[in-house]
């Protein structure tokens, strides 16, 4: 069982920057891929990029590309999505995801294991 806290999440005004952290339970972290996915109010949760249990592929959805980086740390059982140069429309709920297949899905019926979410909001 893989356990997933997201944190970081915050009110910030357009053009500004967060970084979300999830912090994942369990030894198996390492071979896990990662997905962050976002739901806004009275929308469908949609995927907005994940990583590679070795971190060397990343794959992001075209809204957030250019702007928002995914990295992690084995290590620390931590996955990270930096977000840069919000607007107002990322405002959402994010999610981080595992799963235990090595490539990574932009379905989060792809997924087993789910944190609980954090809210990120941008001001205009």
């Known amino acids: 069982q893989v356990q997933l806290v997201e944190s970081g999440g915050g009110l910030v005004q357009a053009g500004g920057s967060l970084r979300l952290s999830c912090a994942a339970s369990g030894s198996t972290f390492r071979w896990l891929t990662m997905g962050w996915f976002r739901q806004a109010p009275g929308k469908e949760r949609e995927f907005a990029g994940g990583?590679?249990?070795?971190?060397?592929?990343?794959v992001y959805t075209e809204a957030v590309k250019g702007r928002f980086t995914i990295s992690r740390d084995n290590a620390k059982n931590t996955v990270y999505l930096q977000m840069n140069s919000l607007k107002p429309e990322d405002t959402a709920v994010y999610y981080c995801a595992a799963r235990r297949v090595a490539q990574v899905s932009s379905s989060s019926l792809g997924y087993d294991y789910w944190g609980q979410g954090t809210q990120v909001t941008v001001s205009s």
């Open positions: 990583i590679t249990w070795s971190g060397s592929n990343t």
